[in-house]
């Protein structure tokens, strides 16, 4: 019910800089929170920032905190993610997520995902 896609990912070296976007159309009215996941090789998929569509609360998880920002344009249903000093442990497939009903770090919370977009960050 709700289409995303992602774009903005790409090669970066440590220390740079990112921002990726995640347009969303559909049944957009329906979710309470949309948020950012990323998954390595051999890794589960990991939560990584969340943000309410109507109040713009927001949750990180520990790793990102202080580098990477959430945002959202309701206007234009997209949500962001801006992602500063990057490290190589931050390389991942990043994908936007939609359909919580409550905030939540659990993949199965989200009805909806993105095709993801690919981030590596060289040393």
């Known amino acids: 019910q709700v289409q995303l896609v992602e774009s903005g990912g790409g090669l970066v070296q440590a220390g740079g800089s990112l921002k990726l976007s995640c347009a969303a159309s559909?049944?957009?009215?329906?979710?309470?929170?949309m948020g950012w996941f990323r998954q390595s090789p051999g890794k589960e998929r990991e939560f990584v920032a969340g943000?309410?569509?109507?109040?713009?609360?927001?949750s990180y998880a520990d790793s990102v905190k202080g580098r990477f920002t959430i945002s959202r344009d309701n206007a234009k249903k997209t949500v962001f993610l801006q992602m500063n000093n990057l490290k190589p442990e931050d390389t991942a497939v990043y994908y936007c997520?939609?359909?919580?009903?409550?905030?939540?770090?659990?993949?199965?919370?989200?009805?909806?995902w993105g095709q993801g977009t690919q981030v590596t960050v060289s040393s």
């Open positions: 997520a939609a359909g919580a009903s409550r905030f939540s770090d659990a993949p199965r919370e989200y009805g909806s």
């Open positions: 559909g049944r957009t009215f329906s979710t309470y929170a």
């Open positions: 943000i309410s569509w109507s109040t713009s609360r927001t």
